[in-house]
C-alpha cells in the first residue's frame, strides 16, 4: 500500500470514529485543538497530522521527516478528508447504518486489542520446551529416519468367502504374537500373502508405502491400507537416526516457531476469563 493511501485511510478512519462517537474529549489529546488545515471547513488538527506520520513511519522515523515531506503527509489527509465528506453525503440513509456497524466493528477491534495487551500473560518459551519440540521433530532440523520394517500383503487370486477370510486374518492381526504367526505363514510357499522385509528411509519408498511406513512407530503395526485392490499391513521393528543439526544451532528458529502457540495460550486464558465473569445470552439455537 503507497504511503499516500495509508495516509488516506488513516484519516478516513479517525474521521468515521470521530463521527460515532462525538461525546470523547478530543481536546484531550496532544496538540489536537491546534488546526493546521481545514477542508470544506472541517478541521485537521496537528495531533492527526503527527498520528499519520507515526502510523506510517513509526516512533523512531516520525522525526526524521523533512518539512517538504511532513507537508505532503497533511496533503494526504486533506485529499482523504475531502474524499471521505464527499461520499460520505452521498450515502443513502441505508448505506449510512451500515457504515455506523463497520465503524463500530473496527472499534471494537481496537479495544479488543488493547484489552488483551493489558490482560495477557504470555508465558516465554522455555529452554525445556525447545529441548521437547527438537527430540519430538529431528527430522525437521536434518535427522535422516531408517526403519526397518515388515510388510504383509494379500496376493492378487483370491476371492469370495476364501478372500473375506484372509482379509479378516490380516485385520486381527493386532498383537506382537498374531503378526508373527500371520508372518510365518506368508513366509510359506505357495502362501497367499507376500511377505517383505527390508530396511530403507521412508520418504524413498513410493507412494503410498512412503507414508504409511513413515507414520507408522516402532514397534507397531499399521492399519489395514487398500493399495491397488489388495490390503497390505506394515510393523516397523526397528528405526536409527542420522544427526541433526545441533540443538543450539536450531533452538533460536524453534523458539520462533513455538511463540505463536504460546500466544494462543494466553489469548485463550484471557477469553476465557472474561467470559466467567459475563454474562451472555445467546437468543438463536446453538450447537
Not at 511406513?213 to 506394515?234: D, F, Q
Request: with cysteine; net charge neutral; charged share 25%.
Amino acid at each position: 500500500m503507497s504511503f499516500t493511501l495509508r495516509a488516506s485511510l488513516l484519516c478516513a478512519m479517525a474521521c468515521m470514529v470521530a463521527c460515532s462517537d462525538s461525546k470523547i474529549e478530543t481536546n484531550l489529546l496532544p496538540d489536537d485543538d491546534v488546526v493546521v488545515a481545514k477542508v470544506n471547513g472541517e478541521a485537521i488538527s496537528a495531533y492527526d497530522w503527527q498520528q499519520a506520520i507515526v502510523t506510517n513511519l513509526g516512533e523512531q522515523n516520525a522525526f526524521l521527516l523533512d518539512d517538504d515531506a511532513r507537508l505532503k503527509v497533511l496533503q494526504s489527509l486533506a485529499a482523504a478528508k475531502a474524499m471521505a465528506q464527499k461520499e460520505r453525503d452521498a450515502l443513502t440513509p441505508t448505506e449510512r447504518l451500515e457504515l455506523e456497524k463497520q465503524i463500530e466493528a473496527y472499534r471494537e477491534q481496537l479495544l479488543v486489542k488493547r484489552y488483551l495487551k493489558a490482560h495477557t500473560d504470555i508465558t516465554p518459551v522455555t529452554s525445556e520446551m525447545v529441548e521437547a519440540y527438537y527430540q519430538k521433530y529431528p527430522e525437521r532440523f536434518g535427522a535422516t529416519r531408517t526403519v526397518e520394517y515388515q510388510l504383509i500383503r494379500l496376493r492378487s487370486g483370491a476371492d469370495g468367502e476364501k478372500r473375506n477370510t484372509l482379509v479378516s486374518a490380516l485385520q486381527k492381526a493386532a498383537t506382537p504374537a498374531e503378526w508373527s504367526a500371520l508372518t510365518s505363514n506368508a513366509r510359506k510357499a505357495n502362501s497367499p500373502f507376500e511377505y517383505i522385509q527390508q530396511k530403507s528411509v521412508p520418504n524413498l519408498l513410493q507412494a503410498p508405502l512412503s507414508s504409511i511406513v513413515a507414520n507408522t512407530a516402532k514397534g507397531s503395526i499399521s492399519e489395514v491400507y487398500w493399495v491397488e485392490g489388495l490390503p497390505l499391513r506394515v510393523r516397523v521393528i526397528d528405526e536409527q537416526w542420522s544427526a541433526a543439526k545441533p540443538l543450539a544451532d536450531v533452538s533460536a528458529e524453534i523458539r520462533k516457531t513455538l511463540a505463536p502457540s504460546q500466544v494462543k495460550k494466553a489469548v485463550k486464558q484471557a477469553t476465557d476469563d472474561i467470559l466467567k465473569e459475563s454474562k451472555i445470552e445467546y437468543l438463536v439455537e446453538t450447537p
